[in-house]
C-alpha cells in the first residue's frame, strides 16, 4: 500500500548545528505533491515545504527540501538550527484525488 | 482572512455523552477536511467533503462518528457515546479545491477529554 515513512520519532539538535529529518515513500500511483507541515505547540499544523518537481530544491524559511524520485525521498534540511525550530514535523505526499498519505511524525528538539 | 475556525477549544465529557465540533473552513474554500490528532496514532484522517458532498468517510469510525456539512460555511463531527479512547485533538482543515496540489489550512483544533 501507500505509505509515509518518517524514521525518526525524535531528533535532538544543538542550536547552530544542521538539521535532517527524513521522509521516504513508496507508492505505486501517480504522486501530485509533496510536503513538509510543522506544527508547533498548542498551534495548528501548517505548510512548511511544498514540492512536485523532481530534482528541484524548494525553500522555506531557511529549511530546504529536494524530491527525488528515484530514491522515493524528500527529506527536510536546514544548515542552522535555532531555538523556535522546535516543532513536530510531518511529511505528506498527494494524490490526484485529494488523498493526503502522511508520515508519523518526527518531533525536532533544539537545544542550547 | 479569519483562517479556519473551530469550537469550542476544549471540551470534556462524561463517557457516554455526545459531542458536537464545529468547523467553519476559510470564505471560499470548497474542501473540508477533519481528522484526528494523538500522540499515539499521531494524525489520522477521518473524513472530506467537497462543496458540502461527502466524499470520503473512510477513517470514521462507522458505529458513533458522523459528520455533516450543511452549508459551505460550516461542517460538525458529532461523537455519540463517547469513550475514554477518543480523547484527542480533533483537527478541521480547508482546501481550495481539494485537489492534491492544493495545501490544507488547519484550524487550531478542538481537544476533546472524555472522563
Known amino acids: 500500500g501507500d505509505s509515509v515513512t518518517q524514521t525518526e520519532g525524535l531528533v535532538t539538535v544543538t542550536e547552530g548545528l544542521p538539521v535532517k529529518l527524513n521522509c521516504t515513500y513508496q507508492?505505486?500511483?501517480?504522486?501530485?505533491?509533496f510536503f513538509w507541515y510543522v506544527q508547533y505547540l498548542n498551534e495548528a499544523p501548517q505548510v512548511l515545504l511544498k514540492?512536485?518537481?523532481d530534482n528541484k530544491r524548494t525553500e522555506h524559511q531557511g529549511f530546504h527540501a529536494t524530491l527525488h524520485k528515484s530514491s522515493s525521498s524528500f527529506h527536510l534540511q536546514k544548515s542552522s538550527a535555532q531555538l523556535s525550530d522546535s516543532a513536530l514535523y510531518y511529511c505528506?505526499?498527494?494524490?490526484?484525488?485529494?488523498?493526503?498519505?502522511w508520515g508519523s511524525g518526527t518531533k525536532l528538539i533544539i537545544k542550547p | 482572512n479569519a483562517g479556519v475556525i473551530q469550537t469550542p477549544r476544549h471540551k470534556v465529557t462524561g463517557k457516554g455523552q455526545e459531542a458536537t465540533l464545529w468547523c467553519e473552513p476559510i470564505?471560499?474554500?470548497?474542501?473540508v477536511f477533519w481528522y484526528r490528532q494523538t500522540i499515539v496514532q499521531g494524525l489520522e484522517f477521518l473524513t472530506y467533503f467537497r462543496n458540502q458532498a461527502p466524499i470520503d468517510d473512510s477513517g470514521m469510525p462507522k458505529e458513533r462518528f458522523s459528520a455533516q456539512m450543511p452549508n459551505q460555511s460550516h461542517s460538525t463531527l458529532k461523537i455519540q457515546s463517547t469513550q475514554p479512547q477518543d480523547s484527542a485533538v480533533y483537527l478541521c482543515a480547508s482546501s481550495l479545491d481539494g485537489w492534491g496540489e492544493a495545501e490544507q489550512f488547519f484550524g487550531p483544533g478542538t481537544r476533546l477529554t472524555v472522563l
Open positions: 470564505s471560499g474554500h470548497s474542501a
Open positions: 514540492s512536485s518537481t
Open positions: 507508492t505505486t500511483y501517480l504522486t501530485i505533491a
Open positions: 505528506a505526499l498527494s494524490f490526484s484525488n485529494y488523498q493526503l498519505i
